[in-house]
T-cell receptor
Framework: EPEVTQTPSHQVTQMGQEVILHCVPISNHLYFYWYRQILGQKVEFLVSFYNNEISEKSEIFDDQFSVERPDGSNFTLKIRSTKLEDSAMYFC???????????FGPGTRLTVL | AQTVTQSQPEMSVQEAETVTLSCTYDTSESDYYLFWYKQPPSRQMILVIRQEAYKQQNATENRFSVNFQKAAKSFSLKISDSQLGDAAMYFCAYRGNTGNQFYFGTGTSLTVIP
């Protein structure tokens, strides 16, 4: 069964550094998403992406964040200058249509020191 | 903004017994989608069951069923004949009819006792 994959599984970085989190959505899916979960808190929506542009974003998704689909398979989340509070589990998801269930990847745990 | 509340941070159930996980939500929309996701330890979230708000009939998937009370804005998950593999974190999620984002609850950690 096709799955969403994410790399790396764990990323450690210094505050102020840039990080790029990688995701490979399911191949025939058209909608892509990033969520994050700070330890002990809710899973929070960051952004959705369709047809090579952001379709929706939350207040969390400020100018420090960007997303890109550099080729036909990858979907990346970039954090330009990481802050301590960016430490969280970041989940990528994809869906075939807007109304369908979202399939989640295993997450990347980001630790900012 | 929509909110999803799971009031049970932890639940436990004896193997083969039935357990119900609670979820309530707040919305002004009349049409929306509700989901239960399961997240086993160190693994990704997988969909357990979904419910469209316009459908009056409660969704059922094998041992999993929901009690959807639209007026009360309640969406509980019932797991029958619990198995050891059901042990996981369970998240309730809401998605409106417009927009893409899911709103998640804080999760309920389910332990299955052999």
């Amino acid at each position: 069964e096709p799955e969403v994959t994410q790399t790396p599984s764990h990323q450690v970085t210094q505050m102020g550094q840039e990080v790029i989190l990688h995701c490979v959505p399911i191949s025939n899916h058209l909608y892509f998403y990033w969520y994050r979960q700070i330890l002990g808190q809710k899973v929070e929506f960051l952004v959705s992406f369709y047809n090579n542009e952001i379709s929706e974003k939350s207040e969390i998704f400020d100018d420090q964040f960007s997303v890109e689909r550099p080729d036909g398979s990858n979907f990346t989340l970039k954090i330009r200058s990481t802050k301590l509070e960016d430490s969280a589990m970041y989940f990528c998801a994809s869906s075939e249509l807007q109304t369908n269930e979202q399939f989640f990847g295993p997450g990347t745990r980001l630790t900012v020191l | 903004a929509q909110t999803v509340t799971q009031s049970q941070p932890e639940m436990s159930v004896q193997e083969a017994e039935t357990v119900t996980l609670s979820c309530t939500y707040d919305t002004s929309e009349s049409d929306y989608y509700l989901f239960w996701y399961k997240q086993p330890p160190s693994r990704q979230m997988i969909l357990v069951i979904r419910q469209e708000a316009y459908k009056q009939q409660n969704a059922t998937e094998n041992r999993f069923s929901v009690n959807f009370q639209k007026a009360a804005k309640s969406f509980s998950l019932k797991i029958s004949d619990s198995q050891l593999g059901d042990a996981a974190m369970y998240f309730c999620a809401y998605r409106g009819n417009t927009g893409n984002q899911f709103y998640f609850g804080t999760g309920t950690s389910l332990t299955v006792i052999p």
